[in-house]
């Protein structure tokens, strides 16, 4: 089984336009995700519609797939890199795709490591990363952060901004202590027949009440297998997230 990373890129994000190409201690912030990945796939290539974008890739040497500019989500601009990538007779069938987000230049390689072992069982459709909260029930209530509810066997059971699960005959301040509550961490790998699936289902209702893309997956049947972390990683969401990052770099060596 091969696996291969797809990072999606685009210029046009509402809260920081041009985030990819933000510097980031003298590098781009999409250089550094890509250099990270590249620790763990030998195989990486950037996708993305702005021939900015593509330029600053081949720049630093890396690979890139321009896609198109109507997507509405990082997995549907997967989905199209892939298909080019197939045409090239760079991907088979019975390969594993990695999305790792572009906005998350400390992705550790532990982490991906993570995903790609979820794959060493056969029922994994989808694999996606967790990690403890602590006893931190105010991290736990960010809405911000979803939560993901895990059977015994590891799969997802649900993902939800709300708290869950809800710990009755406890006061609220009691929750962390009393429960395992597992953070959502955006790293996602599909294999490949599925990721075709899955870009084409119409969005669902879960979906769209909670605005996450991956209960549309678990709405129609899809398996979830939750690899664990303890790393902690900064996404860079906006210019605020980039200064915080040039910090969390400094305390750093590399």
């Known amino acids: 089984m091969k696996f291969i990373s797809v990072i999606p890129a685009r210029y046009a994000s509402t809260r920081f336009p041009g985030k990819p190409l933000a510097m980031l201690g003298g590098k781009t912030v999409i250089e550094r995700v890509y250099t990270q990945t590249k620790k763990v796939i030998d195989d990486v ?47 088979s069938p019975s390969d594993v795709v990695i999305n790792v987000q572009g906005d998350e230049p400390f992705i550790q390689p532990s982490q991906i490591e993570a995903v790609m072992k979820c794959f060493e069982d056969n029922n994994t459709q989808i694999a996606t990363l967790g990690k403890p909260f602590g006893n931190d029930i105010t991290a736990v209530e960010n809405p911000n952060s979803p939560k993901i509810a895990v059977s015994r066997q590891g799969y997802a059971l649900y993902f939800s901004r709300s708290v869950i699960p809800f710990c009755r005959g406890k006061e609220r301040k009691e929750w962390a202590d009393s429960f395992p509550y597992l953070k959502h961490i955006g790293l ?17 209702p879960l979906e769209i009440a909670e605005s996450l893309e991956q209960l549309r997956w678990l709405e129609n049947g899809y398996k979830i297998k939750v690899g664990l972390t303890d790393v902690e990683t900064i996404g860079i969401d906006t210019p605020d997230d980039l200064a915080n990052a040039e910090k969390f770099l400094a305390k750093m060596s590399w």
Do not use: N
């Not at 996602?188 to 669902?204: D, F, I, K, N, W």
């Open 45 to 91: 290539f950037v996708a993305t519609d702005d021939e900015r974008i593509r330029q600053a890739v081949m720049q630093f040497g890396g690979d890139v797939v321009m896609t198109r500019s109507d997507h509405k989500s990082g997995t549907d601009r997967i989905e199209e890199a892939v298909e080019i990538l197939e045409s090239r007779l760079l991907l």
């Open 188 to 204: 996602y790998a599909y294999r490949r027949a599925v990721l075709g699936e899955v870009t084409r289902l119409p969005q669902s």
